[in-house]
């Protein structure tokens, strides 16, 4: 089991207030510390599209890097991957949209030319031995469009990692799939030829769903989930999108069922409470608000 965190980008890309610098560093850190081994650190994506990832290259730069722990970044377009490698990047991700309308709000593009501009990046960071993950978002339904066919989802997935990224993982963006769809979704990309080791799954819960989601996909396979710590998350160009499933939520029901992570969920819930004082708000994760009486 990997668990994908995405609490630094996914989390503080959707924050009002831009979270300072250093905050950023301890808060990657913490993260490390507490055992997780795949962080996503930020984007780099256009400053005026999400200030709050802006600092991308400076946090890149002053991050102490822990040996064995993988810091991927978002990356759109060459523009964004030429300031990644000079952050001396070793994983990548472009996202794809399966959906026009979020493709035309989120990278203002249509769902056919956003191939266009990810393929030289995928190819280029290849060529610099770079690790591509790709995404592709609005897997279950789009805020402008309702429900999306699985079919179509595969077919933009497919294309996606035939650009040669090694993993894709399914966005549930505004976070309103449940099992049944996670089941579907699932058929569909076996269909398409894709089987759950070139998976990851990335739920958000605004529904309440993303454990459950998540276990329909360990059990059909899955090996790579995307949680972020807290709960923390949502997409500031999908205002229906809150947070992904909080990776304290994740690491206890792993526990629970004997699946070894590597992962202390006290260290982290204590990280999710240090930040949720810095952001203002209470953690939405039910184990943290259970760990905070007792850490
Ligand atoms: P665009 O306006 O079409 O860009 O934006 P362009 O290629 O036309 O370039 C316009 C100007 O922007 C040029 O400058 C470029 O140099 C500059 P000018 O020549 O006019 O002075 N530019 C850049 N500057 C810095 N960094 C860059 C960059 N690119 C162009 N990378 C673009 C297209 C893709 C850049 C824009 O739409 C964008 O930044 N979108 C990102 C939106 C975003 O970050 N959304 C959130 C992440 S996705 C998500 O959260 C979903 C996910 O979690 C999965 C799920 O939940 O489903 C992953
Ligand atoms: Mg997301």
């Given at each position: 089991?990997?668990?994908?965190?995405?609490?630094?980008?996914?989390?503080?890309?959707?924050?009002?207030?831009?979270?300072?610098?250093?905050?950023?560093?301890?808060?990657?850190?913490?993260?490390?510390?507490?055992?997780?081994?795949?962080?996503?650190?930020?984007?780099?994506?256009?400053?005026?599209?999400?200030?709050?990832?802006?600092?991308?290259?400076?946090?890149?730069?002053?991050?102490?890097?822990?040996?064995?722990?993988?810091?991927?970044?978002?990356?759109?377009?060459?523009?964004?991957?030429?300031?990644?490698?000079?952050?001396?990047?070793?994983?990548?991700?472009?996202?794809?949209?399966?959906?026009?309308?979020?493709?035309?709000?989120?990278?203002?593009?249509?769902?056919?030319?956003?191939?266009?501009?990810?393929?030289?990046?995928?190819?280029?960071?290849?060529?610099?031995?770079?690790?591509?993950?790709?995404?592709v978002s609005m897997c279950f339904a789009d805020p402008w469009e309702g429900p999306v066919a699985p079919a179509q989802v595969a077919r933009v997935g497919r294309r996606l990692l035939d650009l040669g990224c090694h993993e894709l993982s399914l966005g549930d963006t505004i976070g309103v799939g449940t099992p049944r769809h996670v089941e579907d979704l699932l058929d569909a990309f076996a269909?398409?030829?894709?089987?759950?080791?070139?998976?990851?799954?990335?739920?958000?819960?605004?529904?309440?769903?993303?454990?459950?989601?998540?276990?329909?996909?360990?059990?059909?396979?899955?090996?790579?989930?995307?949680?972020?710590?807290?709960?923390?998350?949502?997409?500031?160009?999908?205002?229906?999108?809150?947070?992904?499933?909080?990776?304290?939520?994740?690491?206890?029901?792993?526990?629970?069922?004997?699946?070894?992570?590597?992962?202390?969920?006290?260290?982290?819930?204590?990280?999710?409470?240090?930040?949720?004082?810095?952001?203002?708000?209470?953690?939405?994760?039910?184990?943290?608000?259970?760990?905070?009486?007792?850490?």
């Amino acid at each position: 089991m990997t668990i994908y965190e995405v609490g630094p980008r996914d989390g503080l890309q959707n924050e009002s207030a831009v979270v300072p610098v250093e905050v950023k560093r301890e808060f990657v850190a913490r993260l490390a510390e507490a055992g997780l081994t795949t962080i996503e650190t930020t984007s780099f994506v256009h400053p005026k599209w999400v200030p709050q990832l802006a600092d991308a290259g400076e946090l890149l730069e002053s991050l102490p890097r822990v040996p064995g722990v993988r810091y991927p970044v978002l990356v759109p377009n060459e523009k964004g991957l030429d300031r990644a490698l000079e952050g001396n990047v070793t994983d990548i991700a472009i996202f794809g949209s399966a959906t026009e309308s979020f493709a035309r709000r989120n990278l203002n593009r249509t769902v056919e030319s956003q191939f266009e501009m990810f393929a030289p990046v995928v190819e280029r960071a290849l060529a610099h031995s770079l690790r591509v993950r790709a995404y592709v978002s609005m897997c279950f339904a789009d805020p402008w469009e309702g429900p999306v066919a699985p079919a179509q989802v595969a077919r933009v997935g497919r294309r996606l990692l035939d650009l040669g990224c090694h993993e894709l993982s399914l966005g549930d963006t505004i976070g309103v799939g449940t099992p049944r769809h996670v089941e579907d979704l699932l058929d569909a990309f076996a269909e398409a030829g894709v089987g759950p080791e070139r998976l990851a799954v990335h739920f958000h819960d605004t529904y309440g769903q993303a454990l459950a989601n998540t276990l329909t996909a360990l059990r059909r396979g899955i090996t790579v989930v995307d949680s972020s710590a807290g709960g923390i998350g949502g997409c500031p160009y999908a205002k229906s999108a809150t947070g992904n499933l909080a990776t304290e939520d994740l690491v206890w029901m792993l526990d629970g069922l004997g699946v070894e992570t590597g992962v202390d969920v006290r260290s982290l819930a204590a990280t999710s409470l240090w930040l949720a004082g810095i952001l203002g708000r209470p953690s939405p994760s039910r184990v943290v608000q259970a760990l905070a009486k007792e850490i």
